[in-house]
């Protein structure tokens, strides 16, 4: 006989799925001891299931393949919860399996009790308590399939008398999981073609739903004349040898972007649902390709809509349109993309703030002469190797990779970049780290985001996952400092009592490395990198520095301008 947990650590490991991540727990402990049967499987214990959640979600983004998290009763299913939303806004398949009581105490208020099909009804695609062996593998079907078609998340909940009951005879899940192509309408693709050959220019704005269309993309770009701005997701795939894209747009952006938006007759979207409705061109008609319907015309107003897989829509669309002579509107936006990548490569230099500009400058934005950001992130960027995988947690850490680290060669990109969670980067490299233990996974960790999951760094020296942990160590909550000031508001509630991370760090059975000083930042970080087994490196970063968004109005400067007077009267009269 076999039983239900038995079956579930099979399927699994037979879809591939080879490791679990979650922190083990009685409701668990059928499963967890299949686990320890099953020779395909790793089991990952970790020290909080928010940070399992974001590890199995992780692995679902680099690999498109299952990922799978598990948390026990009441508490150690709600931690899961965090991580699970990241899943379902990034939309990677993710399964959840969780603890519930025994199945004669379910609605008597029991010691830890959760209703957990109320509690992740908005998180899942699919959600469902299992009561009998009868039911169980029509369910585990119907949840795998429900994960990847979303592809979302998918719950199943266990109670403790549950998971350890045999299986009907010959009972079991039959998971399919084939995606389709999805092929656009004529009808679609004669209005699309029919709005852009009657504009003088297009701008694209290109998502990583066109990820996989790469050769499609650069054809229609050419085609156009076209510059290119890629969502923040779109870097991995097609920042590289594209000579049509221009950066990001949004908070992280430039102003080429801003440009390019601004001067274009026709907005081409790509398999984006970029979520910043005010960072796009108003009033410019606009024509959206994306395989999904509700995607169409979410943002922005849309006049020409085109439902279907990037690749074949792009394809399908080229032959119908007139071939744009005039590369004026594209050379224009790739020369202000030039000139402010330049004014940008001025701080990357760890010598800058000593040239006679940095010194008059620093006075203004680097008082404590702390390391500039910029030159952390353009530093990792020359050393690390071509095939690594970068994350980055929400906030300024994010700001620098998107500016100064390139997605050359089989680079991947992985963050919260949809749900924008804090303490994302660190337990997200260590699901990446273990589906590759000899791929380089790097990691830029805000100080605030990696000490909200500080515990999980034991994790990473438990199962020997050889991450390298960048700390932007600048003791503030950055972006909120940045937003606090953007509204002429003064710095409050954003300053962080860090320890020494380094020591912190060794003290848990890492290599750390702290960096005070800006000569001692190339050597640092190329020991990091070389060093096998989890690093991390605690660089004291500067916490004045400013990223500008594309467009700066005169509100904004106004609301800095007050917010850097209102710093300093509070400065003056806490030292009276």
């Known amino acids: 006989m076999t039983t239900i947990a038995d079956q579930l650590v099979t399927t699994l490991a037979d879809l591939g799925v080879r490791t679990l991540w979650g922190v083990v727990g009685d409701a668990l402990n059928p499963v967890t001891d299949a686990v320890r049967r099953e020779d395909r499987l790793e089991w990952i214990g970790t020290r909080h299931e928010e940070a399992a959640a974001f590890a199995a979600g992780a692995q679902a983004q680099l690999t498109g393949t299952l990922g799978v998290c598990l948390g026990t009763v009441g508490p150690g299913s709600i931690h899961l919860l965090n991580g699970l939303y990241d899943a379902k806004k990034s939309g990677v398949p993710v399964l959840a399996i969780c603890g519930q009581v025994p199945l004669a105490e379910i609605g008597s208020d029991y010691f830890q009790e959760v209703d957990n099909d109320a509690l992740f009804r908005d998180v899942a695609e699919f959600c469902h308590t299992v009561t009998s062996p009868a039911q169980w593998p029509r369910l585990l079907q119907q949840a795998v399939q429900a994960a990847y078609a979303g592809p979302g998340v998918a719950v199943l909940t266990l109670p403790g008398d549950v998971g350890g009951q045999d299986v009907p005879d010959g009972a079991r899940a039959h998971i399919t999981v084939q995606q389709s192509v999805l092929m656009p309408a004529d009808a679609d693709l004669a209005r699309a073609a029919t709005l852009i050959n009657g504009a003088d220019s297009v701008t694209m704005l290109v ?13 229609l770009a050419e085609h156009l004349a076209a510059p290119m701005v890629l969502t923040l997701k779109a870097k991995e795939g097609l920042e590289r040898d594209n000579p049509y894209q221009i950066g990001q747009s949004g908070l992280i952006g430039n102003p080429a972007t801003r440009k390019a938006f601004d001067d274009a007759g026709v907005l081409l979207m790509v398999g984006t649902d970029f979520p910043y ?5 108003a009033g410019t008609p606009t024509v959206q390709i994306d395989r999904r319907p509700g995607n169409i015309g979410r943002r922005t107003p849309v006049q ?12 399908a669309l080229l032959p119908r349109l007139d071939a744009k002579k005039d590369r004026d509107h594209l050379d224009g936006a790739r020369s202000a993309y030039a000139g402010w990548q330049e004014r940008q490569q001025r701080l990357v230099d760890p010598t800058h703030d000593k040239t006679l500009i940095g010194k008059i400058r620093s006075r203004l934005d680097n008082t404590d002469k702390r390391i500039r950001p910029e030159a952390l992130a353009a530093v990792v960027d020359r050393l690390a190797a071509d095939d690594a995988v970068f994350l980055s947690d929400t906030g300024m850490s994010t700001v620098w990779l998107s500016r100064f680290v390139q997605m050359r060669g089989t680079r991947r990109l ?9 303490a994302n980067a660190m337990p ?7 589906v590759d233990r000899g791929r380089q996974t790097i990691a830029f960790c805000g100080d605030g985001g990696l000490t909200m999951l500080l515990g999980d760094l034991l994790t990473a020296v438990a199962h020997e996952l050889p991450v390298t942990l960048i700390v932007f160590d600048n003791g503030r909550l950055g972006m909120v400092k940045l937003e606090q000031e953007q509204g002429g508001l003064p710095e409050f509630g954003t300053l962080l009592a860090n320890p020494d991370l380094a020591a912190v760090a060794r003290a848990m059975g890492l ?7 800006p000569e001692q930042l190339s050597a640092a970080v190329a020991e990091a990198l070389a060093t096998p087994g989890p690093v991390l490196l605690d660089v004291l970063t500067n916490p004045e520095e400013i990223s500008l968004p594309p467009k700066v109005g005169v509100h904004d400067a106004w609301g800095f301008a007050i917010a850097k007077v209102k710093e300093t009267l509070t400065s003056t009269d806490d030292k009276g």
């Open 304 to 315: 020409a809509g085109v439902v279907g897989d990037a690749g074949p829509s792009l394809a």
């Open 277 to 281: 409705p005010q960072w796009l061109p």
């Open 511 to 517: 290599t750390g490395l702290r960096v005070t000083e």
């Open 428 to 434: 997200q490299a260590l699901g990446v780290s273990a």
């Open 414 to 422: 992985i963050g919260s970049y949809n749900l924008g969670s804090m």
């Open 207 to 219: 998502g990583i739903g066109a990820r996989d269309a790469r050769e499609e993309v650069l054809a």
